[in-house]
T-cell receptor, first 118, second 108 residues
Framework: DAGITQSPRHKVTETGTPVTLRCHQTENHRYMYWYRQDPGHGLRLIHYSYGVKDTDKGEVSDGYSVSRSKTEDFLLTLESATSSQTSVYFC?????????????????FGAGSRLTVL | QKEVEQNSGPLSVPEGAIASLNCTYSDRGSQSFFWYRQYSGKSPELIMSIYSNGDKEDGRFTAQLNKASQYVSLLIRDSQPSDSATYLCASKNYKLSFGAGTTVTVRA
């Protein structure tokens, strides 16, 4: 997972508490993504960013917010965690956009953050 | 209907055999296709990408694409225990969509 660091790697929290997951990259890639991975669902996109302060929603964005104040950092916040947000969260980066029809983009994933909401 | 469908497995193959993984996608406009490998407890890593109909070979891996049938496959030749992992198929049109993955176990 060279170039991408996620923190914390593991977190247990209680329903209703706020949680922030951090993704830090040293690759200077423009595009950053937050996915969640659940059994039977694969990877589902929560939010993504195409530059500093430029973010957009993915397919499962309800209950999540993101911020990107610097190229290297992309934060995912659960304002009030629920048990349905128990999951493994992966940050990913790419040099090119995963939006748009043309071109290939290769996602490089961080090591993941396992979140348990009790 | 999920955009990308894979058999969840597990697919168990003996060492040295060919493992065949299948994937179908629903968006006929998809142009790019990817196979990611994910070891247990680890993050996904890209192993193959394919954009044109036909076969693409990379070492022991061969990706096959048939856009008319909306079908992508991955063949792993001479399977090794180190190939035991979950393989995620992904397709891209205007957005990237992942399947739930097929778990492969290579038994020695």
């Amino acid at each position: 997972d060279a170039g991408i660091t996620q923190s914390p790697r593991h977190k247990v929290t209680e329903t209703g508490t706020p949680v922030t997951l951090r993704c830090h990259q040293t690759e200077n890639h423009r595009y950053m993504y937050w996915y969640r991975q659940d059994p039977g669902h694969g990877l589902r996109l929560i939010h993504y960013s195409y530059g500093v302060k430029d973010t957009d929603k993915g397919e499962v964005s309800d209950g999540y917010s993101v911020s990107r104040s610097k190229t290297e950092d992309f934060l995912l916040t659960l304002e009030s965690a629920t048990s349905s947000q128990t999951s493994v969260y992966f940050c990913a980066i790419s040099e090119f956009s995963d939006r748009g029809q043309a071109g290939a983009n290769v996602l490089t994933f961080g090591a993941g953050s396992r979140l348990t909401v009790l | 209907q999920k955009e990308v469908e894979q058999n969840s497995g597990p697919l168990s193959v003996p060492e040295g055999a060919i493992a065949s993984l299948n994937c179908t996608y629903s968006d006929r406009g998809s142009q790019s296709f990817f196979w990611y490998r994910q070891y247990s407890g680890k993050s996904p890593e890209l192993i193959m990408s394919i954009y044109s109909n036909g076969d693409k070979e990379d070492g022991r891996f061969t990706a096959q694409l048939n856009k008319a049938s909306q079908y992508v496959s991955l063949l792993i030749r001479d399977s090794q225990p180190s190939d035991s992992a979950t393989y995620l198929c992904a397709s891209k049109n205007y957005k990237l969509s992942f399947g739930a993955g097929t778990t492969v176990t290579v038994r020695a």
